[in-house]
C-alpha cells in the first residue's frame, strides 16, 4: 500500500509539472490569486482586531485620554481631597483611586510676554509692576501681553491612573520650568530654553477667589509676575493630556512646584501671608490639589471595556460611573462632561 501511494503521488506530481509547463500563464495567475486571497484575508482579520485601539486613540486625539470630566457649577472650586474622601465612604474608592485633579488660569486672565520683551529688559522684572498694574518704561511693542491657558497639572497622579501615560518624563517641567504647546511655540518662535514671563490673577478673576481660598484676606493686588523657562514644546495633544480641538494656546506647570515658584518672586504675596499667620509661607504645593478647577476620572478596566466595541455596554459603564460621581458629589454643583461618549 505504501509503495502504490508512491507511485501514485510520483505520477501526480509529473502530470502537474507537465500542466505548469503546457500553461505557466494560467498557473502564475492561480498563485498570484492564491496569494493575494491569503493577505486580504490576512489584514481584515489583523484590521478587525485592532480596530477598537484604532478609534480610541483617534477619539483620544481629538478630546484627550480621560473617560469623564467635572467641573463645579456654582462655585470656583472643587475640594479635591473632600470629594476622594466622600467617594470612599461610599464604597466608590475604586472610583476615587482613578481620578485627578487641575487648575485652570483662563485665558480671560492668564497672560504671557514673549521672549523678545525678556530680553529687551534682561529679564529684570524690577518696577514693571507699579501698584498692580504693568507699566513698561520703553520696548512697548515687544512687550504686548497675549492671551493663554495655564494648567497646573499633578504629573505623578495623572501618570498613575494613565491619564497621558505617553507623557515623556523627562519633559515633566520642574520648579520655574512650563511646557509650551506647539502652536504656540510657532506663532511667537518660541525654543526649548527660552525665558518668558506669565502674568495672571491668583484670583483668577471675580468668580474664582484663590487667594482667600488659602485664608489670605485684604491682598491689595492679587496679580503676580514670574519668570519662567521652556522646558518642552509639545503639540496640540500633549500625549493624551489634552484634545487637539480644544487646545489652543496653552502652557503647562507642576503642580507641585507651582505656588512655592510664585510666591518666591512675588514679595507683596508672601508679605501678606506671613503677615497673617502663615509662618511657612513657602509651603503651597498642595493647595491648588485642595481647590480643583477640573477634575478628571478613568474607567476600571477602561481598555478592555472600549475593546469591546459595544456601544451600549460602554454608554451603559460610562453613565453608571458618571451618576456615581453625581450622587456623591451632588447634582447642582457638579457639571459632567463625557468626551469620549457622545
Known sequence: ???????????????????????????????????????????????????????????????????????????????????????????????????????????????????????????????????????????????????????????????????????????????????????LAVSFEIEVGDAMWLYLDLNNGAQQNLLSSLGVHGVTCSKALFAVSVAAIVDETAFGKFGSEANQFTFIMSSANFLPHVLEHNTHLNYTMVAQGDGDNHDHADELRELSTNIFFMLPDRLPTYLTLNYHYILQQTNYLSSQIAFAVGFPWTSITTPLIL
Not at 502504490?4 to 507537465?18: A, G, N, P, V
Not at 496569494?35 to 478587525?48: E, H, L, N, P, R
Not at 521672549?115 to 534682561?122: A, E, S
Open 1 to 183: 500500500a505504501l509503495s502504490t501511494s508512491k507511485m501514485s503521488l510520483r505520477l501526480d506530481l509529473k502530470f502537474s509539472e507537465k500542466e505548469i509547463r503546457r500553461r505557466a500563464f494560467n498557473f502564475a495567475i492561480g498563485v498570484i490569486a492564491c496569494c493575494i486571497t491569503i493577505f486580504v484575508a490576512a489584514t481584515v482579520s489583523t484590521v478587525i482586531d485592532i480596530a477598537p485601539i484604532v478609534i480610541l486613540k483617534q477619539t483620544e486625539s481629538n478630546e484627550g485620554q480621560y473617560d469623564i470630566q467635572i467641573t463645579p457649577r456654582n462655585a470656583p472650586y472643587f475640594n479635591y481631597s473632600a470629594i476622594v474622601d466622600t467617594l470612599n465612604e461610599r464604597n466608590l474608592g475604586s472610583i476615587a483611586r482613578l481620578s485627578t485633579p487641575r487648575y485652570l488660569f483662563n485665558d480671560t486672565q492668564s497672560l504671557f510676554f514673549t521672549t523678545t520683551c525678556v530680553q529687551k529688559y534682561g529679564g529684570n522684572l524690577t518696577h514693571i509692576v507699579d501698584k498692580c498694574e504693568l507699566r513698561f518704561a520703553q520696548h512697548h511693542h515687544e512687550c504686548k501681553s497675549h492671551l493663554s491657558s495655564l494648567w497646573i497639572i499633578d504629573f505623578e497622579q495623572e501618570k498613575k491612573i494613565g491619564f497621558g501615560a505617553r507623557f515623556p518624563t523627562n519633559l515633566i517641567p520642574h520648579k520655574g520650568e512650563v511646557v509650551v504647546n506647539w502652536k
